[in-house]
């Protein structure tokens, strides 16, 4: 059991590093080359923060037996959109609300409505399509929608890199040139590369642990899955998020989010799709209505005054809670 606590803890530390490797080197290559504010919130820095959650179900999938391999891939998978719309969210809103009552901020939330809108609705067409519209009994019709989800992910890309967005500030120096202001572009693409590296065993580890200890707790490699592998894997967006709207950058902490949400629900469901049966029954698919729901409130309060704007980003918290109830009195 320790030795299989080590492995969890290992994984996640190897993955939240390369997190953070990836993200500081996109975030630099976004700088260098002159994308907006929100393209490299919602895009750039959407995807190095997804890609731990990204990688654990691929390689759960491809190189573990294969149901418990395919339960901890598609938890992982599901898992994502429901820990940023219930967690990362209301993890803004209430830095917000904290923010005001300790006077270091308002309480209006300052972020590109039309971006954030753009994403929402993108997000909730696309995993509606992924969690009521698949065929799982056709295989090949599964492969349409796949490819589908897939084009749709790369519509969402240029349709934000047209869109109108504040320029991007500068952003701190390389991790692998610390002392350089302007790095050159192979070691840019170099830090990213080695990240990738380390998340890949990263990722690998993790799912080791959770497998081991999943049986050891007697619990469903599936629910387990749920909520242990996307809490852990998505602290970069929570904490980036939380340290954004701190220093009242909230475009990026918002579209951090957002755009995370739409790739979440276009490529890792597409490899789902492919590789699994992709049968969403029971809590799990209770978890993608959740995701649903609270992604539709804070598009809703969008369109409402800003000062109320907060507390739609709050209101998701409620349902990661019902949900975690859910899953105690359905295992006790």
Known sequence: MVVDLLFLAGGVVLVLIAAELFTNGVETLGHRLSVSKNFTGSVLAAVGTALPETLIPVVAILFFTEDSGHDIGVGAILGAPFMLATIAFPLIGLTVIIGRLMKKRGITLHTETTGLRRDLTFFLFAYSVALFIVPFEDYWLRVITAVFLVILYVIYVFQTLKGESEEMEATEHLFFAPKNPHPPMFIIVTQIIVSLLVMVVGAHTFVHGVEKISYLLGLNPLI??????????????????????????????????????????????????????????????????????SAFIVLTASYINRKYFVYGFSFGIIFFLYYVYLIVINNV
Request: glycine share 8%.
């Open 224 to 293: 387990f899955s749920l909520l242990i592998a996307p809490i852990a894997t998505e602290l970069p967006e929570k904490i980036n998020s939380i340290t954004w709207v701190w220093k009242k950058k909230d475009t990026l902490a918002v579209g951090n989010v957002a755009g995370a949400m739409v790739f979440q629900s276009t490529i890792p469901v597409s490899f789902g799709i492919i590789f699994t049966d992709w049968n969403i029954t029971g809590l799990a698919l209770v978890s993608g209505i959740f995701a649903i729901i």
